[in-house]
Each structure stands twice: as C-alpha cells, then as structure tokens.
C-alpha cells in the first residue's frame, strides 16, 4: 500500500493519541468522518495499522529493573537459532528482541520487578539456553527518548 500525505497525517495522529474519537481526527486531519473512518479502516485492514494499546508507565506498575542484554551465540546452527528465537518470544521479561549484525547476534530489551528478578530470569532462564557463548548485560540508568511509534 502506498501512502499517501493525507495517510500520514492520520497515522501521525492515531501515534500521538490512539484514543482519539472518529470526529476528532477527521477534524484534525482535514477530512470528513466518513472518508477518515473509511481511511482508517483501509490501513488497518492492509496491515500498516497493527492494533491499539495502552502505554502503561513500568515503574508504576511495579517493574523498576530496566536492562539491554547482547547476546552472542556459540553456534549459528539453526537449531540453536530457532530454539533461542522461539524461548524468548514467549517470556514477559523480553520487551523486544532484535537479531543484529557485529558483536552480538541479539540485542533484548528486558523489564523485570528488580535485580533479584533478573537474576532468577538469567539463571534460571537465559543461561540454560543451549548454544550461548555470551551474556553482557547493559543496566538502564535513564530513558531519555522513548519511542511512540514510526517516525512517518
């Protein structure tokens, strides 16, 4: 699907404020209700609009330990890869993995309550992962830019 300015305006909007109201946004983007609902609902169904969610603020909700964690693999056999890949796309921890070129092979984002969660999370978890060579794990001192979605 190409997008258009006028797509852009929207997504741009609907990143800012998911909740916003049909009529707001049509207001806000220039457009009628009715051709900005049938926008809307044109990039939701071609996949450019994924979902909606609530950002929730981590700390509040109890999970004060922040950390990026590198991890390189010992061996790029595809059932060490496949294993690692399907383990840590079901732990809560994990934020976001990203596989990645140069000294590591994974870079993850993990959240847990405090240090001794994440220590339980490593050894009783990412250790015993078969095929890692090498855990470095990088401790979140401060977020300065969180991102909110695609820069459009």
């Given at each position: 699907?190409?997008?258009?300015?006028?797509?852009?305006?929207l997504l741009?909007?609907?990143?800012?404020?998911?909740?916003?109201?049909?009529?707001?946004?049509?207001?806000?983007?220039?457009?009628?209700?009715?051709?900005c609902?049938?926008?809307?609902?044109?990039?939701?169904?071609?996949?450019?609009?994924?979902?909606?969610?609530?950002?929730?603020?981590?700390?509040?909700?109890?999970?004060?330990?922040?950390?990026?964690?590198?991890?390189?693999?010992?061996?790029?056999?595809?059932?060490?890869?496949?294993?690692?890949?399907?383990?840590?796309?079901?732990?809560?921890?994990?934020?976001?993995?990203?596989?990645?070129?140069?000294?590591?092979?994974?870079?993850?984002?993990?959240?847990?309550?405090?240090?001794?969660?994440?220590?339980?999370?490593?050894?009783?978890?990412?250790?015993?992962?078969?095929?890692?060579?090498?855990?470095?794990?990088?401790?979140?001192?401060?977020?300065?830019?969180?991102?909110?979605?695609?820069?459009?």
């Amino acid at each position: 699907m190409e997008l258009g300015k006028q797509d852009r305006r929207l997504l741009r909007l609907l990143q800012e404020n998911g909740r916003i109201s049909n009529q707001e946004l049509a207001e806000a983007a220039g457009m009628s209700p009715s051709a900005c609902w049938r926008r809307v609902r044109a990039l939701e169904g071609a996949g450019v609009i994924k979902g909606y969610m609530a950002m929730l603020d981590a700390r509040r909700c109890g999970m004060g330990f922040h950390a990026i964690v590198n991890v390189q693999l010992a061996r790029h056999d595809g059932r060490y890869v496949d294993d690692f890949i399907r383990a840590i796309t079901v732990r809560p921890e994990v934020l976001d993995c990203f596989a990645t070129a140069g000294e590591s092979d994974y870079h993850l984002r993990v959240r847990c309550t405090d240090l001794d969660a994440y220590n339980a999370f490593l050894d009783d978890f990412l250790f015993r992962l078969p095929g890692l060579q090498h855990v470095r794990t990088n401790l979140v001192m401060k977020e300065i830019k969180h991102a909110r979605g695609v820069p459009i």
